[in-house]
């Protein structure tokens, strides 16, 4: 499953060990970082290759009020810049970039929020 092999990717990158995972993203549930992503539908060439999107957001800690921004802004260009250099993983076969890492954002408690989107080609 896609979901599995990203996860799996993100841990094997060994650059977000302090960061929890969501593929939904409940403020109240996750108060440590957090890197939070969603997967969005996709095309592909056959019925062999899909190419969905994954939307990514990188959150700060809830209580730091945005003292982790750096932090976090490094997170998410270091994880981004493994996804280009280190694709592969189960029927991950291709990363491509859609949006560059963007941010500081701020959620409405104050957490500073970074993301970037990328497009998988996928292989069943």
């Known amino acids: 499953m896609i979901l599995d092999d ?41 019925h062999f290759v899909r190419n969905p999107t994954v939307d990514f ?3 700060g800690i809830e209580s730091s009020k945005g003292a982790d921004r750096i932090d976090v802004a490094n997170a998410s260009e270091s994880i981004f810049n ?11 076969i291709g990363i491509i970039p859609l949006v560059e890492v963007a941010g500081p954002n ?13 497009q998988l080609k996928t292989a069943r």
């Open 6 to 46: 990203l996860k799996a990717l993100i841990d094997g990158s060994g650059l977000v060990t302090d960061y929890d995972q969501a593929h939904f993203f409940d403020e109240s549930k996750y108060t440590n970082k957090t890197i939070a992503y969603s997967i969005n539908g996709g095309s592909g060439s056959d």
């Open 57 to 59: 957001v990188f959150y």
């Open 82 to 92: 493994y996804f280009l250099d280190n694709y592969s993983q189960g029927c991950i």
């Open 106 to 118: 701020y959620s409405d408690s104050g957490r500073p929020m970074y993301t970037f989107t990328i």
